[in-house]
């Protein structure tokens, strides 16, 4: 005699066939020859769906009638939620303030091997590939990297983000995109500094008596020592104030001359001016130095110094800081990424540290306008151009 295989039929299935024989009076044997399923099996359902019909629970098998199946569930639900509270009056026995989540599964699957990690993830609401991660320890090409950003990192001052600190990588024929940049930054715990606040400033403003706004925010000229950009700016030392002035060249944002003095007067523009011609020997008579109306450029002495080497005077519009955009971005930088972390004994400290500075943001610094060159590299790339 040949084995009948095994048929597997859904609840609703044999629901269907249950009734087939209560409701419509079918045999057991036309539902056997109907769902070629066996005479035991068959005789069961009917059985089953009698007793679900009485209110009886159909026990460990699955139910049949969406009564019953509700019945199943709100039980399994009200086990779980029993077993789950159990689950954390036990964790209590074992934590206390320093023991992580972690740590208390692991005690408690040691303590009571029949509930799952799963399940003990849920109750203390970690998840479960949280508990299995192991980190993975860097391959000694990682490692490479990971000293080599922290070199980077340190030699900036902290000052590059993954841009930055990505185009120095491949400069030095690391081949890396940007995110797996990231990646190792965040690894290492690296940040760049970035400014506390954003300033607002107005955008409007009357042009001066003795110049006019020429520059126009035309701030990419393309040949350098055509158009120069000077302000002044104040740092604290502990027995005062110290002022900076600076030039700066807008075709290469290089700091081209700069002067300090312990006061805010024209004698220290016209020193930052000489200062500049002095390094730079421009063609005098073909450059354009643009200021705001500070009273240091708009003072008798610092327009007649313009006048005698035939420099072109442009100055910015009453109160609007945007004219004169890239000198007060420098200004930013040199105070967010390094003043701003120091204090000053004195007004030899801050010519020290502004110093450094310069040197490290003319040759060193990567600056986005100039596609990731240095300020000194884009001086050679215009110089050789020319």
Known sequence: MTRKSKVTL?????????????????????IEEMSGAGKSAVSR???QYLSELDGKSPGNVQAL???QQRIQLLEKQLQRALRDNDILKKANRFLHSRQ???????????????????????????????????????NKSEQALLELIKSIADDSGYTYGRRRVNVELNALNHTIGIYKTAALMKKL??????????????????????AQNLLKREFNPDSHNTHWVGDIT??????????????????????????????PNAELAIAALNNAIKRQQPVLNQLMFHSDQGCQYSAASFRARLSQLTITQSMSRRGNCWDNAVMERFF?????????????????????????????????RRHST??????????????NAA
């Open 10 to 30: 859904s609840a609703q299935q044999k629901l269907e066939y249950a009734k087939l024989m209560v409701e419509e009076g079918y045999t057991n044997k036309q």
């Open 45 to 47: 359902w009917k059985q």
């Open 65 to 67: 009638t969406p009564e």
């Open 100 to 138: 992580s989540k972690f740590k208390v599964i692991k005690a408690l699957k040691k303590a009571t091997p029949s509930y799952t990690v799963s399940e003990l993830c849920r109750a203390l609401e970690v998840s479960t590939s949280s508990y299995y991660y192991a980190p993975v320890a860097p």
């Open 189 to 210: 715990n690296i940040k760049a500094i970035r400014p506390k606040k954003k300033h607002y400033y107005p955008n409007s403003g009357d042009e001066h008596k003795y």
């Open 234 to 263: 104040y740092i604290r030392n502990h027995q005062g104030w110290s002022y900076l002035a600076c030039v700066l060249d807008l075709s290469t944002r290089e700091v081209v001359g700069y002067a300090l003095s312990t006061s």
């Open 332 to 364: 930013r930088s040199l105070k967010t990424e390094r003043l701003n972390r120091l204090s000053f004994i004195n007004h030899h400290s801050v010519i020290s540290e502004v110093d450094n500075y310069i040197q490290f943001y003319n040759y060193k």
């Open 370 to 383: 100039l596609n990731y060159m240095t300020p000194h590299q884009k001086y050679n790339e215009l110089k």
